[in-house]
């Protein structure tokens, strides 16, 4: 037996028309809320009251105008002016002039033995290679040659160096390490002067230059029989084992 359907109350007829409205209905919904504005509605009243009772009752005070006396008028001209002469004489000051002429005539001639002439001696600098006589480091003095004066030299330098050497804390906590070139002179006096110092660090220059600063005072480099202002360098290693 076959079932038959009556058109007319057919429930899925218009369900897409209807589904069209409502979507419409709510999105229209949907604008219009969004679109709303509403503003606060300031309902506070201020009321302002004086009271004026007060005010008659206030007594203002008197207040009184001081009168000053004007002030007196200026002294009147005399009708008569008398002119008195000046009879008073000025001493003028007369200035002299210092400049001088080709006439004038000069008393005193100095001789050239009385003028003192004062003589600069420049310290000349002899680098230390070629210096006849090479600077003499205590415990060197008896090596006669040049030579032999010249490895003595630096063989004390370099036991002063390891005697006074000693790495910074700072540094080895960091890690510093590297090479320090300094170089210094041994002036005509035998003092050690002019320390420079170029390294990685300035922990490292500081402890270089304090070691070298520590050396004692030396003989004096000699150039023709002068004493003369030596130069030297030598670099510092400072290594963390």
Not at 91 to 101: K, Y
Not at 123 to 136: D, L, Q
Not at 185 to 211: F, Q, W, Y
């Amino acid at each position: 037996m076959q079932v038959k359907k009556n058109p007319k109350v057919d429930l899925n007829k218009d369900s897409g028309l209807f589904f069209v409205i409502g979507l419409a209905v709510v999105l229209f919904v949907t604008w219009r809320a969004l679109e709303y504005k509403s503003y606060p509605k300031d309902d506070t009243i201020l009321e302002i009251a004086m009271n004026t009772d007060d005010l008659k009752d206030e007594e203002v005070p008197i207040t009184q105008q001081l009168l000053t006396e004007p002030p007196p008028p200026p002294p009147a001209a005399p009708e008569v002016i008398e002119i008195v002469e000046d009879a008073e004489e000025i001493e003028e000051t007369v200035i002299e002039s210092t400049e001088t002429s080709q006439e004038t005539v000069v008393d005193d001639v100095l001789d050239v033995g009385d003028v003192e002439v004062g003589e600069d001696e420049e310290e000349i600098s002899v680098p230390f290679a070629v210096i006849e006589n090479v600077p003499i480091f205590p415990g060197c003095e008896a090596f006669k040659s040049n030579d032999e004066r010249k490895a003595c030299f630096q063989e004390k330098i370099q036991s002063h160096i390891a005697k006074e050497f000693r790495y910074p804390k700072s540094a080895l906590e960091l890690g510093i390490n590297g090479r320090v070139f300094v170089v210094f002179e041994i002036d005509s006096k035998g003092k050690v002067t002019g320390i420079r110092t170029r390294g990685p660090d300035k922990l490292l220059e500081i402890e270089a230059a304090r070691i070298i600063a520590a050396l004692p005072q030396m003989t004096p480099g000699k150039q023709r029989g002068k004493s003369v202002k030596v130069p030297y360098s030598i670099p510092i290693n400072f290594m963390i084992q």
